[in-house]
């Protein structure tokens, strides 16, 4: 009996901690949408922490070593934890700024 006191608790607490994941991913916004709605914004995070070494014409030469766009989200996104890393907050902006100019290239 108390066996299956405590299976209804694991699951209990396993549907409540499903629960609060689908609710955290469904109110945070993706880092995605906000820098999407501000362009500037992303600029000026690359202007700010890439632009003293890099400069645009450098962008197809990196999308050549990455050049599934998503793929490439993630390796930016793993290298820039470590190679001059921008404030995390900004990380998602600088990525934002290379790829949105890229597309534009293009
Ligand atoms: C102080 C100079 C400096 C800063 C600041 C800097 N980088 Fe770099 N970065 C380099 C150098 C040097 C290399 C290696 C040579 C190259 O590929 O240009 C490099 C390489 C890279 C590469 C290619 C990595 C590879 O595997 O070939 C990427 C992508 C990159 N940087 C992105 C960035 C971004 C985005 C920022 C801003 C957050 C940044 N870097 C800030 C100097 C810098």
Do not use: K, N
Request: glycine share 2%.
């Amino acid at each position: 009996m108390r066996h299956v006191q405590i299976a209804r608790l694991t699951w209990a607490l396993t549907a409540l901690f499903a629960a609060g994941a689908v609710v955290f991913a469904a109110t945070r916004p993706a880092p995605e949408t906000i820098a999407a709605a501000d362009p500037a914004a992303a600029s000026a995070a690359f202007e700010a922490h890439c632009a003293q070494c890099h400069g645009p014409r450098e962008f197809p030469y990196w999308a050549s070593i990455e050049p599934d766009p998503e793929e490439r989200r993630a390796w930016l996104d793993r290298l820039l934890q470590r190679h001059y890393p921008p404030p995390e907050e900004e990380r998602a902006l600088v990525i934002e700024h290379i790829e949105r100019t890229l597309a534009e290239g293009e």
